[in-house]
């Protein structure tokens, strides 16, 4: 088994190995790619230049392309989503920022009423950055961590009771089970020609016949799965054996330590680069 999650032939995404290349950041501890990034994060949104936010964009961009081992359409959507949110923000901010606080830098455009002030787009820029930056930490471990190795880890790590931790795994994977009844549910309504018709109020009759079929799947399904878990046993005892134990290696810490160090470190780099101004 390879260190990616891959879907079997009827459908269950199973864990990836987290015993594969160290380059690999699939195969580290759920805990440290959600918890690491956390003080970067919050130096990022502090900050209020251009290079600090940049910086820590581009840390978790190199650590995403070097060992996040996406797919070249995710790769691609993330690129496309994060400048496209950058860019609207710039052009936003310069919109709407108000001009006398930045009516002392360059005019670049003038529409009518409406002048486009330097000031203003390099505040929407860096603001852009800053959401940018935080959005590429975040998906450090939301592109790279399976939600049940992130549930295990947390017992095991954290000591997080085991029946709230399975619970609310349980309650997880709820999501796709609803979206699997909705595919299931719109089928039938094509097949018995109960489309509706175009329009928004054809769409919301459609919708509105997809919400009774919807519920009784999700209370027979929630049923199905309370009467598994009893018949197992699970909250019998206070612990419980684990098919998958997720370890705490010498590459986690060192990957929490790197992670850890960027929030201090990247904002002196950046203040060195701007040759000390603020």
Known sequence: MTARAVRNPV???TEPDLHGSVWDLRTYNPLVKVLGPIPAMVVAIGSRDLFTPALFAALAL??????????????????????????????SFGIWTDPSRVDHT????????????????ETGFAT?????????????????THGADLVRSMIAQLRVPYRIGYAGLAALRFVPRFAQELDTIRSAHRVRGLSGGRGPVAGVRRYAGYAIPLLAGGIRHADRVSLSMEARGFGAYPS???????????????????????????????????GGTP
């Open 11 to 13: 459908g269950v995404v």
């Open 62 to 91: 190199a650590l995403l392309l070097g060992g996040g081992r996406l797919a070249a359409r995710t790769l691609g959507g993330l690129l496309i989503g994060v400048t496209t949110l950058v860019a609207v923000m710039t052009v």
């Open 106 to 121: 360059h005019a670049l455009l003038r529409l009518g009423p409406l002048t486009l002030w330097s000031g203003a787009l």
């Open 128 to 144: 852009g950055l800053r959401v940018g930056a935080v959005v590429l930490l975040a998906l450090l471990s939301g592109l790279t």
């Open 240 to 274: 419980r054996t684990e098919r998958r134990h997720i370890p705490f290696r010498l590459r986690d810490g060192a990957l929490l330590a790197l992670l850890l160090a960027g929030a201090p470190l990247v904002p002196l780099l950046a203040h060195h680069l701007t």
